[in-house]
């Protein structure tokens, strides 16, 4: 199985940045596709960002623009940055993969392929935004 090791949370003042890592022990078989979830206080879980193979990305209309995903295949690790974030970003971030996945879904439908067909999860980390 994939183990993913998350880091990098925090608390921070709305305006600030924070960095997310997940290191993944090795890859799942099949096509790469990794992403960032997040569960926010009392709230359903929600999609944050999604990256494939290659390089390809999506991202919640909620943090277009403010956050980043990437991967570093030298590292084995997926990253999520984080600009301007505001308290409506507080929430446990996950990272995931899903055990399989087409481009597309990875890229188009991440949050329900991740429950369809089976996901590796990091343990979670808690981000808190302060105003």
């Known amino acids: 199985d994939v183990q993913l090791v998350e880091s990098g949370g925090g608390s921070v003042q709305a305006g600030g940045s924070l960095t997310l890592s997940c290191v993944a022990s090795?890859?799942?078989?099949?096509?790469?596709?990794m992403g960032w979830l997040r569960q926010p206080p009392s709230k359903a879980r929600e999609e944050v960002a999604a990256i494939d193979s290659e390089g390809s990305t999506s991202y919640a209309s909620s943090v277009r623009g403010r956050f980043t995903i990437s991967w570093d295949s030298a590292n084995n690790t997926l990253y999520l940055q984080m600009n301007n974030l505001t308290p409506e970003d507080t929430a446990i971030y996950y990272c995931?993969?899903?055990?399989?996945?087409?481009?597309?879904?990875?890229?188009?439908?991440?949050?329900?392929?991740?429950?369809?067909?089976?996901?590796?999860w990091g343990q979670g980390t808690q981000v808190t935004v302060s105003s």
């Open positions: 090795e890859y799942t078989s099949g096509p790469f596709c």
């Open positions: 995931a993969t899903p055990r399989s996945s087409t481009k597309r879904n990875c890229i188009y439908n991440f949050p329900a392929v991740v429950v369809q067909n089976g996901a590796f």
